[in-house]
């Protein structure tokens, strides 16, 4: 995975993204606004700005130099870093952090994530609170599996093809992206791209978050916040440090 031509139009694919409601939501999870927050796989920046807005100091953090390059180009005051979520340098300078939009399915497997758990939580404060999203092994299986999805944008056109191991307990699905970008002249030039994702069940994920210390454990469908179900596609998880 590199991001590298993903994060060229990384922004352009999510325009359905209201992320002033999302950063909303957040802050309702986090049950402040206000505070040092810590933005994990921050991507773009666009919701490290919409948080840093509603009134929390951000430090945004992610491991793609081409991610970070765009968001550092917006002009907000949000403290953007080059960081792998796994291996995270911070000791208790946080009182919130948030990692959205299914970063961590993004992660390659348990280890991974159970690491990137352990550094949260030493990254906060006693007391910190800990939110993220993640796509739900239904999405994987339903949703995302081997299907194929096309994006028409006006100069763009994305063509993005799905391949699920079903093997895999994890439910990996890697995605390979092919991005077509108009010339002045007419003409098109490729970029390619591809991703991976797993999609760990949500009792594995709250035994990984009890296993990092988190405590006040909080599991909701995504994005309605209601009960999750076999159903749901996604889910947010909240945890407290101790």
């Not at 491991?63 to 291996?87: H, N, P, Q």
């Not at 948030?98 to 399915?105: E, G, H």
């Not at 796509?135 to 763009?156: C, I, M, Q, S, W």
Request: with cysteine.
């Amino acid at each position: 995975m590199s991001y590298s031509d993903f994060a060229l139009f990384y922004d352009r694919l999510t325009e359905n993204i209201d992320y002033k409601s999302l950063a909303n939501t957040y802050a309702g999870l986090l049950r402040k606004c206000g505070g040092e927050l810590l933005d994990l796989a921050c991507g773009t920046g666009n919701l490290s700005v919409a948080l840093q807005e509603l009134g929390f100091s951000v430090t945004a953090a992610d491991v793609s130099e081409e991610m970070l390059a765009i968001a550092s180009a917006k002009g907000s005051d949000v403290r953007f870093l080059r960081c792998d979520m796994t291996k995270l340098p911070f000791e208790r300078q946080f009182d919130f952090a948030a990692c959205a939009l299914d970063s961590i399915n993004h992660l390659p497997s348990l280890q991974a994530i159970q690491s990137a758990f352990d550094g949260v939580y030493r990254s906060l404060k006693e007391g910190g609170v800990f939110a993220a999203d993640l796509n739900a092994p239904y999405k994987h299986r339903e949703v995302l599996a081997n299907n194929a999805f096309t994006f028409d944008y006006e100069g763009l056109f994305c063509a993005w093809q799905n391949e699920l191991d079903e093997s895999d307990p994890l439910l990996r699905v890697d995605m390979f992206l092919d991005f077509f970008k108009e010339n002045g002249d007419g003409s098109y030039t490729r970029y390619t791209d591809s991703l991976s994702e797993i999609a760990p069940d949500v009792e594995t994920v709250r035994q990984m978050l009890e296993k990092s210390s988190f405590c006040d454990i909080e599991i909701s469908d995504y994005p309605s916040g209601g009960k999750f179900t076999d159903k749901s596609e996604k889910y947010f998880i909240c945890g407290r440090k101790r």
